[in-house]
């Protein structure tokens, strides 16, 4: 006998009540971000390999370690896509959205893939529900987007949440204040954790990850990036903490936060849940005034976030729903009326009715009954040598019916 194949380290099947979930967060999302005017993307599962390279950056773990990549047949090197953001600029610029009024507000709800070590809160395949807004350097863009992902956790139900907000100003700002960091860095080197002193030259900030004990030491006290910002971004800064007072929305200004991917510039954010484990980051993002440049496209502002589905539901209240309700189930006795009860079964769900047919040979009535019963069907019709009969479940009540008035009599009694 051959193998049974399991699913691969770090996926998930979602079955049934998870799934429902699932479409919950989905539902609420749309509710929330709708009423911002977001509009639905949905971008291709595998892009360009090239778009992240740029994109998300090249010293990034995203791209040095964590992707799908693969050659197609045509020769082409393709990448499951390890988030969504420049994905989503890619199609700003490919369908000409900078002609639209700005700025362009987009969301998304789809499965990214990253290789990355699998434990509890992470995956190599996840779902992450995004929100990017592009065209507009507006500070209240930044604290609109915060606001309406706090408020999308809010109608979940995720407990336990913290805010850390910071600023990594502009590019000329990180360059100069990356020198002063290496320089920092150099000097302690020997306090460093193997990896930090390795990448130092090319990526420093990750320094501030590290959970190595004598790394953080030394970034304890290294210059801080928040203490470098010139003039307009303090103040593009200010601004943004001014409207989240406004609406009181309570953060931590961390200047330890930095994110994982390249093209922050300006606010960052992320949202971590007391309730998750190590994975504790529930959702992030900030602005990114340069990708859409680096991804050949005219100076274009951007900010946006990405929230995991995944963690939304480890830290959340749970969100079954009640199955859909089974208003008519079709029990018959033999095979000769199997054709009539197909028919009545189909007439039903096209009469607008949830109905189900017996499909597995069960005993008739008896076993049939008791299925229906199981899926907490209201009627069950029972096709049967003398006639057709109607069944209320919960009253017991059963009456011979003409099959033609059936559905008629349950859409009546429903
Ligand atoms: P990110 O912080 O890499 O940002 O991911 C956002 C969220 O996705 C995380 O906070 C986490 O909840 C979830 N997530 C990430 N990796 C995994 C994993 N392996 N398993 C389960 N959940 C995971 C981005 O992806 C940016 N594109 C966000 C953004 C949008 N920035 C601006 N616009």
């Known amino acids: 006998m051959s193998e049974r194949l399991k699913a691969p380290r770090g996926t998930r099947d979602v079955l049934g009540e998870q799934a429902a979930a699932y479409a919950e967060v989905e539902q609420r999302a749309r509710g929330v971000l709708e009423a911002a005017g977001y509009e639905r993307i949905e ?21 040095e370690k964590e992707m799908y990549t693969f050659e ?13 953001t420049a994905p989503v600029c890619r199609a700003y610029l490919e369908h000409g959205m900078s002609r639209r ?3 362009v507000k987009l969301w998304y709800m789809s499965s990214f893939f990253r290789f990355e070590r699998a434990q509890a809160g992470r995956y190599r395949q996840f779902w992450q529900v ?68 390795e990448r130092m030259q090319r990526n420093p900030l990750r320094a501030f990850d ?21 003039s307009a971004d303090r103040e593009h800064f200010t601004a943004v903490r001014e409207l989240l007072d406004d609406a009181s929305l309570a953060y931590e200004v961390d200047p330890m936060l930095v994110r994982g991917l390249d093209y922050y510039t300006r606010t960052v954010f992320e949202f971590e849940s007391a309730e ?15 990708l859409i440049e680096q991804l050949a496209g005219p100076p274009t502002p951007g900010c946006g976030w990405a929230a995991g589905v995944e963690r939304i539901l480890l830290a959340g209240e749970p969100l079954a729903r009640a199955g859909a309700p089974v208003d008519l189930y079709v029990g018959f006795d033999a095979p000769q009326r199997r054709r009539v009860a197909f028919a009545l079964a189909t007439q039903a769900r096209q009469a607008g009715l949830h109905a189900q047919l017996e499909l597995a040979g069960r005993s008739f009535p008896k076993g049939q009954l008791k299925h229906a019963d199981r899926l907490g069907a209201r009627f069950v019709a029972l096709l049967g040598a003398d006639g057709v009969a109607l069944r209320q479940m919960d009253t017991g009540e059963q009456t011979e019916t003409a099959s033609e008035g059936l559905i008629a009599q349950v859409l009546r009694r429903r």
């Open 72 to 84: 197609d047949a045509g020769g082409r090197s393709l990448t499951l896509r390890p988030e969504g």
């Open 210 to 230: 590290s959970d190595h004990a004598g790394t953080r030491a030394v970034i304890a006290t290294a210059p801080k990036l928040l203490d470098a910002l010139d």
């Open 101 to 103: 009024p700005q700025p």
């Open 276 to 290: 998750l484990g190590a994975q504790r980051g529930v959702g992030g993002g900030g602005r990114y005034d340069g």
């Open 43 to 63: 971008t291709p599962a595998f892009e360009a390999t090239e778009l992240f390279a740029r994109g998300v950056g090249p010293a990034t773990d995203v791209v």
């Open 130 to 197: 995004g929100a990017e807004a592009i065209g507009s350097d507006d500070p209240a863009v930044d604290a609109e987007s915060i606001l309406l992902l706090a408020e999308l956790f809010d109608t979940l139900g995720v407990r336990g949440l913290r805010l850390r907000l910071s600023s990594l100003g502009t590019p000329r700002t990180r360059a100069l204040y990356r020198e002063q960091l290496i320089e920092h860095l150099n000097r302690h080197a020997e306090q460093l954790s193997t990896e930090v002193r």
